[in-house]
């Protein structure tokens, strides 16, 4: 597609509950980070895929926190037992890869409500 | 450990005015440096961004930051700041960790434009 896609733009679910949210990169890219933002924060990494290898999980906050990232393209961040402090925008980037630093492309997020 | 600070969280300026927001970061070797644009309801962007060479960059919306390696710093300016430019801006710096390429962010600094 043009740009990074993500889905829901917005998800409202009680605590306890699971969520999936999606990420589509943009075709091509080999990396893919995902983020939180809290309200009024900077981003707080969470993991990184880079083509076939082991994805860099040091930023998930809990073990309630997963994603996978299928076929090399599209990845899904699971939020297992939502709890309130899980109320974030996440975003999800995507970049050309391992070559120099080269530019993540965001998406434009999924805002997380958790009651 | 690699940190990024941006020491002002909100900045107002009346429109026409000129504009810098600072950046300070700590990083052992040669760092790749970014500023990214938040605008309200919008995903991030890529304003610009430093990986060697020049030190006075450009980028887009009129926008320019300059590295000093002496200072840390990678100061983002503009000499004359339109409306339009009230967002949440973020400096970000890239580092390696084993063959992963991620960003640190700063908290970002949140600018308001007076009319």
């Known amino acids: 597609g043009a740009g990074v896609s ?30 939180r933002q809290s309200l009024g924060q900077g981003l707080e990494f969470l993991i990184y895929f880079q083509g076939n290898s082991a994805p860099d999980k040091s930023g998930l906050p809990s073990d309630r926190f997963s ?4 076929g090399g393209s599209v990845s899904t961040l699971t939020i297992q037992r939502t709890q309130q ?30 009651l | ?18 504009l810098e927001l600072r950046c300070n970061y700590s990083y ?17 962007q890529l304003l610009l961004k430093y990986f060697s060479g020049d030190t006075l960059v450009q980028g887009i919306k009129g926008f320019e930051a300059e590295f000093k390696r002496s200072q840390s710093s ?15 801006y973020f400096c970000a710096v890239g580092y390696n960790a ?3 390429r991620k960003l640190i962010w700063g908290l970002g600094t949140s600018l308001a434009v007076n009319p």
């Open chain 2, 1 to 18: 450990a690699q940190s990024v600070t941006q020491p002002d969280i909100h900045i107002t300026v009346s429109e026409g005015a000129s």
């Open chain 2, 28 to 44: 052992g070797a040669t760092p790749y440096l970014f500023w990214y644009v938040q605008s309200p309801g919008q995903g991030l």
């Open chain 1, 6 to 35: 993500q889905s829901p733009s917005n998800k409202v679910t009680e605590k306890g509950k699971d969520v999936e949210l999606r990420c589509d990169p943009i075709s091509g890219h080999t990396a893919l980070y995902w983020y």
């Open chain 1, 85 to 114: 402090e899980d109320s974030a925008v996440y975003l999800c980037a995507s970049s050309l890869g391992q070559v120099s630093y080269n530019e993540q492309f965001f998406g434009p997020g999924t805002r997380l409500t958790v």
């Open chain 1, 67 to 70: 994603a996978e990232r299928t």
């Open chain 2, 98 to 100: 084993g063959n992963n």
């Open chain 2, 74 to 88: 990678f100061n983002l300016r503009k000499p004359s700041v339109h409306w339009s430019d009230a967002a949440e």
